[in-house]
């Protein structure tokens, strides 16, 4: 792809060995539990949000060996849509030490969903960015649908969701009995005290996961730092539910240090045995078990 008025511009990657290093000793088992990959020939929505980016498998490979990161979860991004065959090639590839999550449409059948499981696949993404604009009510309805398919299958759901989405469903999640990951820390950008209240009564209580990935976005022109109070609340709630992602990489700003996101890290989650649970046991019981 060149370049496209009014998408984002995706920037080169950064070498894998410019990255700062872990400030913390990693884990045995240690899981990123949220990446993407794109890699040349395979076809993509008409309408991308952003440029072709600079995120190939192997450069992706060579950032965890370099960070000792062992496992990982690769998750299908909008840039791909329902065609996740670069998704399933790229789990063939990485072998057992990488889980998948798929986005498919409503009508996907038994078949497919099985032989993605046979590759490792153990989730569900749904874009609820795309269903914005439609009543909390509809939504609702299409999560339930939705999880009829996965729960079965001892999977689960994940959430790509705006915050004020997150927000208006959280009486609905909260008597949700399907298991389900909101990503992006709740992917609220603008604080909101009473959301984030709410959002932990959640995650205490029902079957929430939280996934602390694109510190980021949810800091947006702040630093980073701007995270650490809500993310230190989140492990204060559940550390057992709370799985960690790097969201590699970076779109569109492939510059960004992996290393220093990972060690945002230390800061939420003081205690190596919290770190351990979230790098280690919540992607096991996700994914690996």
Known sequence: MGDYPGILQCTPMRAADTNTRPTFTMPPGACDAHFHVFEPGYPHVASPQYTFPDGSAGAYAAMTEFL???????????????????????LKRLGARCGGVVQVTEDVTDAELDSYHALGVRAVRLDLFARRDQPTRDIAAYITRMAKRVTPRGWHLQFYTPGTIVRDLLPFLADLEDTFVIDHMGYMTEPDPDFE?????????GRC???????????????????VAWGRALVAARPDRLIWGSDWPHLPDGQRDTGEILNLLAAWAPAAAD???ILVEGPTRLFFS
């Open 68 to 90: 000792g990161i062992e496992r990982m979860i690769l998750v299908q991004p909008s840039f791909y849509g329902t065609d996740n065959s670069l998704l399933a090639d790229t």
């Open 197 to 205: 209240r709410r959002l932990l009564d959640v995650l205490k209580l």
């Open 209 to 227: 996961w939280i996934k602390l990935s694109g510190a980021y976005r949810v800091a947006k022109d702040k630093p980073l730092t701007a995270t």
């Open 275 to 277: 770190r351990h649970a």
